[in-house]
C-alpha cells in the first residue's frame, strides 16, 4: 500500500472525529454525497476518482446503529463498483458487538452478522477501538486491528496527582481493561464482583481489594445506561474510598446517569460522540484520532501495528 494511493473517506456519524484524523495524517476527507430519500432510503456518491486507490472509511455504528451501520455499508459497495483496490472499515465503535454469543435459547449472534455484512460488501480489513469482545475478531476471515485507549487513559491519570491510587473493574468482564492500566501506573487492582442469590434473585457486589483512603479508577469499555458503574462507586465509596473517577473508551451515556452517579468525574474518548444536552461539567473527552491515525499511517507503509498498540499485561 503507497502512501500516494490512499484516500479517507467519512459517513456522518461522527464527522468531527473524522475530520480530526484526516487532520492527524496531514489529507483531507474524501468527498461524498450522502442523502436520506423520502421514503428513508438512503443514497450515497463518490464524488472523486478512486480507481485504484486503497480507502479507508470512518464510522462508528453508534446511537443510531441501524442507520450508521446500512450507512456504511452502502458508501462501501459504491467505492468497490469504483474499481478501488483495498477498503479498510475504521470503526472506532463497533455496534452490535454486546451480542456476541447464544446467552439463551433462539437469539441471534448479531456480532457475526455485521462481520459477515462488511466482508460480504467488500471490506478487507477493519480497524477498531476496545472491542466489548475480542473474540469478535475471529468472526471476519480479514485482518482485524483492535486498539486499546487504555494507554490514553493511563497517560492522563498519571496528570492528576493520585496518591496511591487504586484501579477498579465494575465488574468481571472489565476485569482485563482495568488490570492492563494498573499495570500501566503501576498501581493495585481490585474488581466488584456481581453475584445474584438464586433463591430470591436478589444481587449483592463484593469488593475484592483495598480502597480505603484511596484514590479510586473505574475502568470499562462500554457505559450506556450506567447501571454497573453507578454500583460500583457507591461500592466503593462505601468502602472507604477518596475520590472516584471512571476512564470509559465508548460513552453511550444520558445525562441522568452523570449525575446520580457517585463517580466525580468521566474521562472519555470521543469514539462515539457525545449528545449536546449531556452536562459535560463532570466529563473530559479524550481524543482517539491520534492513535486511529497512527494505525493508518502504519498500514500505509507496511508497518507492525501490534508493536505500537499492544496493552502492556
Given at each position: 500500500?503507497?502512501?500516494?494511493?490512499?484516500m479517507?473517506?467519512?459517513?456522518?456519524s461522527?464527522p468531527?472525529?473524522?475530520?480530526e484524523?484526516?487532520k492527524?495524517?496531514?489529507i483531507?476527507?474524501?468527498?461524498?454525497?450522502?442523502?436520506?430519500?423520502p421514503?428513508?432510503?438512503i443514497?450515497?456518491?463518490?464524488l472523486?476518482?478512486?480507481?485504484?486507490?486503497?480507502?479507508?472509511?470512518?464510522q462508528s455504528?453508534?446511537?443510531?446503529?441501524n442507520?450508521?451501520?446500512?450507512?456504511?455499508l452502502?458508501?462501501?459497495?459504491?467505492l468497490?463498483?469504483?474499481?478501488?483496490?483495498?477498503?479498510?472499515a475504521?470503526?472506532?465503535?463497533?455496534g452490535?458487538?454486546?451480542?456476541?454469543?447464544k446467552?439463551?435459547?433462539?437469539?441471534?449472534?448479531?456480532?457475526?452478522?455485521v462481520a459477515?455484512?462488511?466482508e460480504?460488501?467488500?471490506?478487507?480489513?477493519?480497524?477498531?477501538?476496545?472491542?466489548?469482545?475480542e473474540q469478535i475478531q475471529?468472526?471476519?476471515?480479514?485482518?482485524?486491528d483492535?486498539?486499546?485507549?487504555?494507554?490514553?487513559f493511563a497517560?492522563?491519570v498519571?496528570?492528576?496527582?493520585?496518591k496511591?491510587p487504586?484501579?477498579?473493574?465494575?465488574?468481571v468482564?472489565?476485569?482485563?481493561?482495568?488490570?492492563?492500566?494498573?499495570?500501566?501506573?503501576?498501581a493495585d487492582?481490585a474488581?466488584v464482583?456481581?453475584?445474584?442469590?438464586?433463591?430470591?434473585?436478589?444481587?449483592t457486589?463484593?469488593?475484592?481489594?483495598?480502597?480505603?483512603?484511596?484514590?479510586?479508577?473505574?475502568?470499562?469499555?462500554?457505559?450506556?445506561?450506567?447501571?454497573?458503574?453507578?454500583?460500583a462507586?457507591?461500592?466503593?465509596?462505601?468502602?472507604?474510598?477518596v475520590?472516584?473517577?471512571?476512564a470509559?473508551t465508548?460513552?453511550?451515556?444520558?445525562?441522568?446517569m452523570?449525575?446520580?452517579?457517585?463517580?466525580?468525574t468521566f474521562?472519555v474518548?470521543?469514539?462515539?460522540p457525545?449528545?449536546?444536552e449531556?452536562?459535560h461539567?463532570?466529563i473530559?473527552?479524550?481524543?482517539?484520532?491520534?492513535?486511529?491515525?497512527?494505525?493508518?499511517?502504519?498500514?500505509?507503509?507496511?508497518e507492525s501495528?501490534?508493536?505500537l498498540f499492544?496493552?502492556?499485561?
Amino acid at each position: 500500500m503507497s502512501k500516494d494511493s490512499f484516500m479517507l473517506f467519512s459517513g456522518t456519524s461522527h464527522p468531527k472525529l473524522s475530520e480530526e484524523i484526516a487532520k492527524s495524517l496531514g489529507i483531507r476527507l474524501g468527498k461524498t454525497q450522502i442523502e436520506l430519500f423520502p421514503d428513508g432510503e438512503i443514497g450515497a456518491q463518490i464524488l472523486e476518482n478512486v480507481r485504484g486507490r486503497d480507502v479507508f472509511v470512518v464510522q462508528s455504528i453508534a446511537k443510531k446503529p441501524n442507520f450508521y451501520l446500512m450507512e456504511l455499508l452502502i458508501l462501501i459497495d459504491a467505492l468497490k463498483r469504483a474499481s478501488v483496490r483495498s477498503i479498510v472499515a475504521v470503526i472506532p465503535y463497533y455496534g452490535y458487538a454486546r451480542q456476541d454469543r447464544k446467552d439463551k435459547g433462539r437469539v441471534p449472534i448479531t456480532a457475526k452478522l455485521v462481520a459477515n455484512l462488511l466482508e460480504t460488501a467488500g471490506v478487507t480489513r477493519v480497524i477498531t477501538m476496545d472491542l466489548h469482545s475480542e473474540q469478535i475478531q475471529g468472526f471476519f476471515d480479514i485482518p482485524v486491528d483492535n486498539l486499546y485507549a487504555q494507554s490514553l487513559f493511563a497517560e492522563k491519570v498519571k496528570t492528576l496527582g493520585m496518591k496511591n491510587p487504586v484501579v477498579c473493574a465494575p465488574d468481571v468482564g472489565s476485569a482485563k481493561l482495568a488490570r492492563l492500566m494498573a499495570n500501566q501506573l503501576g498501581a493495585d487492582f481490585a474488581i466488584v464482583d456481581k453475584q445474584r442469590m438464586n433463591a430470591k434473585e436478589v444481587e449483592t457486589h463484593a469488593l475484592i481489594g483495598d480502597v480505603q483512603g484511596r484514590d479510586v479508577v473505574l475502568v470499562d469499555d462500554i457505559c450506556s445506561t450506567g447501571t454497573t458503574l453507578k454500583k460500583a462507586s457507591e461500592v466503593v465509596k462505601k468502602a472507604g474510598a477518596v475520590r472516584v473517577i471512571a476512564a470509559v473508551t465508548h460513552p453511550l451515556f444520558n445525562s441522568e446517569m452523570v449525575k446520580e452517579s457517585e463517580i466525580d468525574t468521566f474521562f472519555v474518548t470521543n469514539t462515539v460522540p457525545l449528545p449536546e444536552e449531556i452536562d459535560h461539567s463532570q466529563i473530559e473527552i479524550l481524543s482517539v484520532a491520534g492513535i486511529f491515525g497512527k494505525a493508518i499511517d502504519c498500514i500505509i507503509k507496511n508497518e507492525s501495528i501490534s508493536s505500537l498498540f499492544r496493552p502492556r499485561t
